[in-house]
């Protein structure tokens, strides 16, 4: 994984004592409110319903043990004991003191962390696949274009005033596990006829107010060309998007009110002038980065382990995690581990300042130093002996993390909601809890199946549900809380936009709607191999609506 250079910690010090000086003036009084509002924005400083919220950028989801005990000891000592991982591979922390946030960020700063460009109208942290660098269907680790793309970005000055902010996911796998088609840019790697790597390239795809799935642009975009493509996409928005309407802002809108052929026609003249410029990637560089991220050396081993076959056969809560929660890795004897933070009845995507340092001595002990955030709101071990899985299965146990429910019903992604958020116009993790504790049961989420359930708590989506198979919106109604429904999502590379299907549930009835459409999704499969969102799309809405809402 990537270690600072010179010039990294020096840029993150800088910015860190900056900050600093910004919060003594606002804190003396003399900054404003209003004055002070951008300066901490471009720190990852939000003022929330009840207090600050700090979000620390995690890039492309890739962390070690120090890094992880950090977080641990700034949720200890500065937080309330917990820290929320996000759907943009970044955790945030909710109750920070604004007096504490400099020592914070100095204290980050030790060990290679940083909270810039993790909000404001700028380019985002860059996301990846959460098993990049490990995944058997790979065809190279996106990170390391992650981190050019990083590079690139940081305080980059023609973009960091931008219409509004603008997120990039890259997936090297064609399966695609970072959502990239909902994304201002998303990249898939992928290989030409002469094997030589490249990116297909997708623009305007994003959710919130007008959710949309990014339009291909490229089919095969050359590596050195990475950044200069970047570049003119980015100059275009920045030209053309709209600056007037904040509602209309993102690029998806300049790509639906322009056409995707004229907005192409200026992408590309934008990069034929600046292709062979400064920004063309030399072969020697990319390769350089590249060691940054080269794998741990795996001595491939037997591709089971009678370790994990003995204990699967008398340990049915294994055998579950077993099923569920390993990823195949390239290397046979090896396997990538999810650890839940969906505890049945727990809050999406928490983790306590005990669990962070868990996960810090487990990725110390057996999985190489590595630990990675997924935009689902777990946690990956992504080089893991399968020999090790029955010992860290029980140190799991003990810790509360050992749910084998990955991409199960109750593997539910949720934003923070009203709890916290000041946009926010219901809550979400309530919802999710009363939907995790009914659908707990480990025999019944098992028959269910896979069945992603995504929860927002505003039309601002940060809890993803338009791509949810079931996506849960909470809006305000007369002084009341209700829900949305919308069926058929998807934000793999068969990317789709779910649809509403009918009025909005009562906060009591909604989990009983939830039930409902699983019962009849159950009774519609052909086999148990057919997934809610294969019923789906092969019967349309109709069966589900009947079941809903009978006779309306």
Not at 77 to 84: A, L
Not at 133 to 149: K, T
Not at 324 to 332: E, T, Y
Not at 501 to 516: C, K, L, M, N
Request: aromatic letters at 8%.
């Amino acid at each position: 994984m990537y270690r600072y250079d010179e010039f990294d910690q020096a840029f993150v010090q800088e910015r860190t004592a900056q900050f600093a000086d910004q919060v003594r003036r606002r804190l003396s009084g003399e900054l404003s409110e209003d004055e002070f509002k951008p300066l901490r924005l471009m720190n990852g400083l939000y003022l929330q319903l009840h207090a600050y919220m700090l979000r620390v950028a995690i890039p492309y989801g890739t962390l070690n043990s120090r890094q992880m005990r950090k977080l641990a000891h700034i949720a200890r000592t500065y937080d309330k004991g917990y820290g929320h991982f996000t759907t943009r591979q970044n955790i945030q922390f909710n109750w920070p003191s604004l007096k504490d946030t400099p020592r914070i960020l100095e204290e980050l700063a030790e060990v290679e962390m940083h909270a810039i460009q993790t909000s404001g109208n700028c380019i985002r942290n860059v996301t990846a696949d959460h098993f990049a660098g490990a995944a058997a269907d790979e065809i190279a680790d996106p990170r390391p274009y992650a981190e050019i793309l990083r590079q690139w970005s940081s305080l980059h000055p023609e973009f960091s005033f931008l219409p509004r902010k603008f997120k990039v996911a890259i997936t090297g796998a064609p399966h695609d596990r970072a959502a990239v088609q909902v994304h201002d840019i998303g990249l898939q790697l992928a290989r030409n006829e002469a094997g030589e790597i490249g990116f297909v390239v997708f623009v305007g795809g994003g959710l919130g107010r007008t959710p949309m799935i990014g339009r291909k642009v490229r089919d095969f975009l050359p590596e050195e060309d990475l950044l200069a493509y970047s570049e003119a996409i980015l100059r275009v928005y920045n030209r053309y998007g709209r600056r007037d309407n904040k509602y209309k802002a993102r690029i998806k809108i300049l790509v639906h009110e322009t056409g995707l052929e004229d907005l192409k026609a200026d992408i590309e003249a934008e990069f034929e002038k600046i292709r062979f410029g400064i920004l063309r990637l030399p072969d020697a560089e990319v390769r350089r980065i590249e060691t940054y991220f080269a794998p741990p050396q795996l001595d491939p081993r037997a591709e089971t382990s009678a370790k994990v076959e003995t204990r699967k056969a008398t340990d049915p809560a294994f055998a579950r995690f077993v099923a569920h929660n390993l990823n195949p890795h390239r290397v046979p004897g090896y396997t990538s581990v999810t650890l839940s933070m969906k505890p049945i009845g727990g809050i999406p995507g928490d983790a306590t300042d005990a669990q962070m340092d868990v996960i810090a001595n487990l990725a110390e002990g057996y999985a190489f130093d590595e630990i990675r955030i997924s935009h689902e709101q777990n946690v990956i071990l992504p080089h893991v002996a399968l020999d090790d899985l029955p010992e860290i299965f029980d140190v799991l146990v003990k810790n509360g993390m050992a749910e084998g429910n990955a991409g199960l019903i109750t593997d539910i992604i949720a934003c923070p909601g009203m709890d916290y958020c000041a946009l926010a116009t219901a809550r979400s993790i309530p919802v999710a809890q009363r939907i995790s504790e009914r659908f707990g049961a480990p025999e019944r989420q098992s028959d269910i199946g896979e069945l992603k359930i995504k929860i927002s708590g505003c039309i601002n989506a940060c809890g993803h549900h338009h791509v949810g198979h079931i996506g849960i919106l909470g809006l305000e109604k007369k002084g009341e809380e209700f829900y949305q429904i919308t069926l058929g999502g998807s934000a793999d590379e068969q990317s789709s936009i779910g649809e509403i299907i009918g009025r909005g549930f009562s906060s009591d009835e909604v989990v009983d709607a939830i039930e409902t459409l699983v019962d009849t999704y159950l009774k519609l499969r052909s086999s148990k191999d057919e997934t809610f969102l294969d019923v789906y799309r092969r019967v349309g809405e109709d069966p589900f609506k009947e079941a809903l809402y009978g006779a309306e």
